[in-house]
């Protein structure tokens, strides 16, 4: 271990340690650095003889990499000054600060050793976004313009009072909802003339297809009605270009209105002159009492209760996949929902065709992206945070905080789909691994043939502590 490390991961545990955190990142990524040490005296010194007799020495070419654990810079409980120090490199701010920014972002100010050049943004909290405050709700979004790596898919926040109608529209993206409070009655029709009428409750989904027409609605299931998360399979989708039913009659002239739905003129006296996009209204009846179509329901219907469905139990928490292989129509959206348990860990992995649009629900997360030719960035996200993660974009998502992190993976796809670190180099052949990245025969025990999707704290000494089919 050179000073320099050395210093840096003394300095790191009296910080840590000063602030009376249990720090189990700590403990995890030390006993992991044990797995991988370069310093670990088994290890063949640099210029020994190699055991491969066609094999150039260990370390001959390129440097270990540092034992620097790499903790974050402070926990998510930390209430001082947060400074750009990491170990000796660094200096205090004497500048400008906004210190409750700064706290949110260990990992850009003081970033871990092993970041390097620049990747593109990763974050868009909504709490920088524009809000749109209407007569009983607001709706705030993310696209493009946010966050210019999200080409793929956009985000909105819409929340609506008891009883509140986003109104009947439609648009050329098509559009899938989890709901984050509350329930949401919603309505649509085909273009076959199938129609639907639907809940979605805390927890669940729904999804329409580009072009079908729909409204929503917020039950009186709760005092406080809904909020919910929209995200569209455009980046560039904007929540304010819609096409809104009112806004198009607004624009129509009336002799064409009137003879479009063969009544008197004087029925449309009333007409809203310009669009309503979030207006008051009394709570909506039973789902039952959607019109009969002379052309049926829907036949896959455009909600899907998540909420009812199992969490898969995992060594660091749960998580939940729902695409088009359970909900029929969802054809251009898939999630994953993800629960990580304090000091553990989603593994490190990547997605092979989709862009990752995550959103964090509750907690502390810490991510790196890898892009690759040495740049690798560390973004910090809490509850209301946006994550956008490009295709094949290597990373994991580590909970530092001491609460449940809870996150929705979000991709324009019909088929959920991710490559894991560890399942790829426990099917690779041994020597291939070991040579690689320097192992000892023996420890490729650690890795595991079935994906771990979350993994716990690190063992400790060396402990293998997951369910392995080697
Ligand atoms: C857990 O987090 C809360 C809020 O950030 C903080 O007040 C508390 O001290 C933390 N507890 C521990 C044991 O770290
Ligand atoms: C995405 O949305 C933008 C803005 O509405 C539109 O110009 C573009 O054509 C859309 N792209 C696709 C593939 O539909
Ligand atoms: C909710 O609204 C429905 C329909 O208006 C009504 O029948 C029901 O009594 C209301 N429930 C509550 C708890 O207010
Ligand atoms: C899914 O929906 C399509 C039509 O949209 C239908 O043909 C198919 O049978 C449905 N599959 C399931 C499993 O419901
Ligand atoms: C093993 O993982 C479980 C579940 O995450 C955790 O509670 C336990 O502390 C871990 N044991 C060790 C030795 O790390
Ligand atoms: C790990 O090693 C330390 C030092 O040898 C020992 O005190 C401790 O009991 C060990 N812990 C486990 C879980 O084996």
């Not at 034992?67 to 750009?84: L, R």
């Not at 085909?190 to 989904?205: E, I, P, S, Y």
């Not at 909600?303 to 995992?314: D, I």
Request: proline share 9%.
């Amino acid at each position: 271990m050179s000073l320099k490390t050395l210093l840096a991961s003394v300095t790191c545990a009296v910080l840590l340690g000063s602030l009376g955190s249990a720090a189990p990142a700590g403990s995890s990524s030390s006993s992991a650095s044990s797995l991988l040490s370069p310093s670990s005296t088994a290890w063949p010194s640099s210029g020994a003889p190699s055991s491969t007799d066609s094999a150039p020495p260990v370390f001959e070419t390129v440097p270990p990499a540092s034992d620097d654990p790499n903790d974050v810079a402070w926990p998510p409980s930390f209430m001082g000054t947060p400074e750009a120090i990491r170990g000796s490199l660094g200096a205090t701010v004497i500048g400008p600060q906004n210190v409750p920014l700064d706290l949110e972002n260990p990992d850009l100010l003081a970033p871990p050793t092993t970041d390097n050049g620049l990747v593109d943004n990763a974050k868009w909290p909504f709490s920088l976004s524009h809000n749109r405050l209407q007569t009983g709700g607001w709706a705030r979004q993310q696209n493009i313009n946010q966050l210019p790596a999200a080409d793929e898919l956009a985000g909105v926040d819409m929340r609506l009072e008891k009883g509140a109608i986003r109104e009947l529209h439609w648009h050329t993206a098509s559009e899938w909802a989890y709901v984050t409070k509350g329930s949401v009655q919603v309505t649509a029709v085909n273009q076959l003339g199938q129609n639907f009428v639907g809940t979605a409750n805390q927890g669940d989904l729904w999804f329409f297809p580009a072009g079908v027409p729909h409204s929503l609605q917020a039950t009186n299931a709760t005092e406080d009605g809904s909020e919910f998360l929209l995200v569209f399979d455009n980046g560039s989708f904007d929540e304010d270009g819609t096409f809104l039913i009112t806004d198009w009659l607004a624009h129509t002239p009336k002799e064409v209105i009137a003879k479009n739905f063969q009544a008197p003129i004087s029925v449309f006296n009333e007409l809203p002159g310009e669009e309503l996009y979030i207006f008051p209204a009394a709570p909506p009846g039973p789902d039952s009492d959607r019109p009969e179509s002379p052309y049926g329901e829907v036949p896959s219907p455009y909600t899907y209760a998540m909420s009812q469905m199992p969490a898969t139990q995992l060594s660091g928490g749960s998580v939940k996949i729902v695409d088009s292989h359970t909900f029929n129509i969802s054809k251009t959206t898939a999630v994953a929902e993800v629960t990580v348990n304090p000091g553990a860990m989603r593994e490190l992995h990547w997605h092979p065709t989709q862009d990752e649009w995550t959103y964090f629900l509750e907690g502390n997360a810490r991510v790196t992206v890898f892009a690759s030719q040495g740049n690798a960035n560390t973004f910090d996200f809490q509850g209301g945070d946006i994550g956008y993660i490009p295709a094949s974009h290597g990373h994991y998502v580590e909970n530092t905080g001491n609460t449940t992190l809870r996150f929705l993976e979000v991709f324009k796809t019909a088929t959920f789909q991710d490559v894991s670190l560890s399942q790829w180099l426990a099917l690779t052949p041994a020597a291939m691994v070991e040579d690689t990245l320097n192992l000892k025969p023996g420890d490729l025990k650690y890795l595991s043939k079935v994906k771990q999707v979350v993994v716990g704290p690190a063992p400790v000494n060396g402990t293998a502590n997951s369910t392995y089919s080697a």
